[in-house]
């Protein structure tokens, strides 16, 4: 059954100022944005009272400023919720009060502006770029197929070699046919949502829906793009058909054998464990799907005993690069890649691997002579 659209004022929106109106901030350790900026008036309790006060016309939306911008949509802060709050899914409704008020840092609303141009916030269609990283990999398209890949305009724009290291590493393993079409190279519309331009988020949405009409499953490389199809998708009444996996869940599922699986024994290693190779697990991976374990037993069927998880700060908080921060908040968003790649070079390892594009080119970005690289190109290059 199709959901209503995220109404424009609900209960459940109240409900939630109200209880962070009477909360002792539980979640404020957590919020890697806080934290960074060394500031209350990003904490997620403060972000949540300027949205109630300007969701009841209390102050005005050139008052708020870009204030609800500050935030990753990362997630840590409902997960240290007792009450369950959806501080990510109320900060975007906020964006779009302040985006219908006109008032949207620059970058953000240029990058919403460019979907008008070509689909996604870059202004350019991904579709060259894929078929150039298939053709790298011995690839075609195909018209259509049961499980379909999305690249994610990200890794298109930023990190297309991914998609051929992934599709060298595919050729290899027989049992994984991930079709690719033309919908592979679309954008599901995150940008937008981000932005708080939710009407042209849900026209965008409904239009990649049925550009995936025959499709089973859609296999997301980057985890924000499943949490996107998932989660955001039902919160503004999207009907989208096919289940969505992410990639490394999907493979994991593929080649699971739980009789080969140690990730129990992995995760009790601890974190930043001495080990070669460390993994940086992303927030939209770690806090949206059941597909953590799947993953993990992928990463030892694939880098057996030689891989440990990557944290900073005792937890894996976000390395900055989601929610549009990079454009809202640009300074917070590289510090935060700045901090987490300082404290990988601290532990020795020789590679870090993030499990999304989206992150590993953010992390590069910030120390290009390090080794950050997604989990296919670490396969691809020191596996096979
Ligand atoms: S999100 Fe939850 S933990 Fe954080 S301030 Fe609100 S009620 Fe408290
Ligand atoms: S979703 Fe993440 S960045 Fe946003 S307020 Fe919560 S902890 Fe902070």
């Known amino acids: 059954m199709r959901r209503p659209a995220l109404p424009i004022v609900s209960d459940e929106e109240s409900r939630a100022y109200a209880t962070c109106s009477a909360c002792p901030s539980l979640c404020r350790s957590v919020c890697p944005v806080a934290e960074i900026e060394a500031r209350e008036t990003s904490a997620p309790q403060r972000l949540m009272s300027l949205a109630g006060l300007l969701q009841k016309g209390m102050v005005s939306a050139a008052e708020v400023g870009d204030i609800p911008y500050h935030c990753t949509s990362c997630g840590a802060c409902e997960e ?25 840092p620059n970058a953000v ?4 502006a460019c979907f008008g141009v070509a689909g996604n916030q870059y202004g350019k269609s991904g579709e060259p770029a894929l078929v150039k990283a298939l053709e790298d990999a011995g690839v075609q398209l195909r018209r259509s197929g049961v499980d379909v890949y999305l690249a994610g305009c990200e890794s298109l724009h930023d990190a297309p070699k991914v998609v051929t290291s992934l599709f060298r590493v595919l050729n290899k393993m027989t049992s994984i046919d991930l079709t690719v079409t033309r ?18 988020f849900v026209s965008h949405a409904r239009r990649f829906a049925s550009a995936f009409g025959e499709t089973k499953r859609v296999i997301a490389h980057d985890p924000a793009c499943a949490h996107t199809l998932r989660t955001l998708y039902p919160h503004f009444g999207v009907d989208f058909q096919p289940e969505v996996w992410t990639l490394y869940g999907f493979i994991g599922e593929q080649i699971w054998d739980s009789s080969l699986s140690s990730s129990l024994s992995r995760s009790a290693l601890g974190p930043n464990s001495g080990r070669d190779n460390l993994v940086f697990e992303p927030c939209h991976l770690v806090r949206t799907f059941g ?22 700060n005792g937890v894996n908080d976000c390395c900055g690069a989601a929610g549009l921060l990079p454009l809202s908040a640009p300074e917070t968003a590289w510090e935060l890649a700045h901090q987490k790649v300082a404290a990988f070079v601290e532990t020795g390892a020789r590679s870090l691997i993030a499990l999304s594009p989206r992150c590993s080119t953010h992390l590069r970005r910030a120390a290009p002579a390090l080794r950050i690289r997604d989990l296919v190109e670490v396969v691809l290059e020191d596996y096979t």
């Not at 964006?95 to 949207?104: A, P, Q, S, Y």
């Open 291 to 312: 597909e953590r374990d799947r993953t993990r037993a992928l990463l030892d069927q694939v880098l057996g005993d030689d891989w440990g998880l990557f944290h900073h």
């Open 183 to 200: 919908a592979s190279a679309l954008c599901c519309g995150a940008p937008l949502a981000w932005a708080g331009e939710h009407t042209g």
């Open 80 to 104: 240290a919720c007792l009450h369950d709050n959806q501080v990510a899914l109320w900060m975007l409704r906020t964006r779009n009060r302040l985006f219908e008020n006109g008032r949207v």
């Open 109 to 112: 609303a240029e990058a919403a």
